[in-house]
């Protein structure tokens, strides 16, 4: 066994980002083990989705038709039979609200170890990921002590693969015991998408718990208006009711990929930073020299946000 089989994520109709990484991590570990890139594409119009995910080094597309959303009972069962099928080393999942509800049941089928939450992977002898501890202020490697696992990998750490492939697409035939589906898809509730779309935006100017209060979150709407940005934020931000959660950035928020992300007064939690890292240029405007947003940022000014911001809002005007 030395293949690795990543398993496709996506949502009403869509792939979501996280797979188009999780096809560069799988890519590096096949290439590190000498193995097969298998992708797994669950339930929904496969064909459409493996067309799309024919890409970044990809061997084999394994498409399995059973239903149109994504289903715990079901995938936990295709997911483990297409794993011994092709015989896998290593399951790769995104590291998302799906993933981890059906990555522990798959690990435990097939009696693998599960490692989750990965930023990187590394193989030497043997498996080793990291993963980040203490709000990214320490990393930890874990190393797996056997020749298979099921990994998650953190959003937003692998660029997305974008090249064009010629993977070999090949219907698997999963064999769903239906009595053991407990669970359906009744529909879909939207949470409130707002006036924008943050995720869809090429400029963003976020705000953090460094505006202090409400009313100074104007500051940084004039700056966002003068560069023709959109104001997203922090999860203190939206927690506090000051800005809508259509409007929040990172993990429990929206993962966020601009040309030009600007963080204002955001100290850089994890959470937060691994919702930008796809952002082309990252730049930080807090008056604290050791946040841990200038260990993710391209450029920074050490200063005073009330002044800083107004002074660029000027000369941008």
């Given at each position: 066994?030395?293949?690795?089989?990543?398993?496709?994520?996506?949502?009403?109709?869509?792939?979501?980002?996280?797979?188009?990484?999780?096809?560069?991590?799988?890519?590096?570990?096949?290439?590190?083990?000498?193995?097969e890139?298998?992708?797994?594409?669950?339930?929904?119009?496969?064909?459409?989705?493996?067309?799309?995910?024919?890409?970044?080094?990809?061997d084999?597309?394994?498409?399995?038709?059973?239903?149109?959303?994504?289903?715990?009972?079901?995938?936990?069962?295709?997911?483990?039979?297409?794993?011994?099928?092709?015989?896998?080393?290593?399951?790769?999942?995104?590291?998302?609200?799906?993933?981890l509800?059906?990555?522990?049941?798959?690990?435990?089928?097939?009696?693998?170890?599960?490692?989750?939450?990965?930023?990187?992977?590394r193989?030497?002898?043997?498996?080793?990921?990291?993963?980040?501890?203490?709000?990214?202020?320490?990393?930890?490697?874990?190393?797996?002590?056997?020749?298979?696992a099921?990994?998650?990998?953190?959003?937003?750490?692998?660029?997305?693969?974008?090249?064009?492939?010629d993977?070999?697409?090949?219907?698997?035939?999963?064999?769903?015991?239906?009595?053991?589906?407990?669970?359906?898809?009744?529909?879909?509730?939207?949470?409130?998408?707002?006036?924008?779309?943050?995720?869809d935006?090429?400029?963003?100017v976020?705000?953090?718990?460094?505006?202090?209060?409400?009313?100074?979150?104007?500051?940084?709407?004039?700056?966002?208006?003068?560069?023709?940005a959109?104001?997203?934020?922090?999860?203190?931000?939206?927690?506090?009711?000051?800005?809508?959660?259509?409007?929040?950035?990172?993990?429990s928020?929206?993962?966020?990929?601009?040309?030009?992300?600007?963080?204002?007064?955001?100290?850089?939690?994890?959470?937060?930073?691994?919702?930008?890292?796809?952002?082309?240029?990252i730049?930080?405007?807090?008056?604290?020299?050791?946040?841990?947003?200038?260990?993710?940022?391209?450029y920074g000014?050490?200063?005073?946000?009330?002044?800083?911001?107004?002074?660029l809002?000027?000369?941008?005007?």
């Open positions: 066994m030395s293949g690795v089989l990543v398993v496709a994520e996506h949502r009403r109709g869509e792939i979501r980002d996280v797979s188009y990484a999780q096809l560069v991590a799988g890519r590096e570990l096949a290439d590190a083990t000498g193995g890139l298998h992708v797994a594409v669950v339930s929904g119009p496969v064909e459409e989705f493996a067309a799309d995910l024919d890409r970044g080094g990809v084999r597309i394994h498409t399995v038709d059973c239903g149109e959303e994504f289903n715990h009972d079901v995938y936990t069962q295709a997911v483990e039979q297409l794993a011994t099928a092709v015989e896998a080393s290593y399951v790769v999942v995104g590291n998302t609200v799906n993933g509800d059906y990555a522990p049941a798959v690990a435990e089928r097939l009696g693998w170890p599960l490692v989750t939450d990965a930023v990187d992977i193989i030497d002898d043997r498996l080793s990921v990291v993963r980040e501890l203490y709000g990214g202020k320490a990393e930890a490697t874990v190393r797996v002590d056997a020749d298979s099921v990994v998650t990998i953190r959003p937003g750490e692998w660029p997305a693969a974008g090249d064009t492939g993977a070999t697409v090949e219907p698997f035939d999963a064999d769903i015991d239906e009595a053991a589906v407990k669970t359906a898809v009744s529909g879909f509730e939207e949470v409130g998408t707002g006036d924008v779309d943050i995720s935006a090429d400029v963003l976020s705000v953090g718990r460094g505006i202090e209060d409400e009313e100074n979150i104007e500051l940084v709407q004039e700056l966002a208006d003068a560069i023709g959109t104001v997203s934020a922090s999860r203190p931000i939206v927690d506090k009711g000051w800005l809508p959660a259509d409007r929040q950035v990172g993990q928020g929206k993962t966020v990929s601009p040309d030009v992300y600007i963080a204002i007064g955001i100290s850089g939690a994890v959470q937060h930073v691994a919702g930008i890292k796809g952002s082309e240029t730049i930080a405007i807090n008056d604290d020299p050791s946040a841990p947003i200038y260990d993710a940022a391209d000014i050490v200063d005073d946000l009330f002044e800083v911001v107004p002074a809002t000027e000369q941008f005007e």
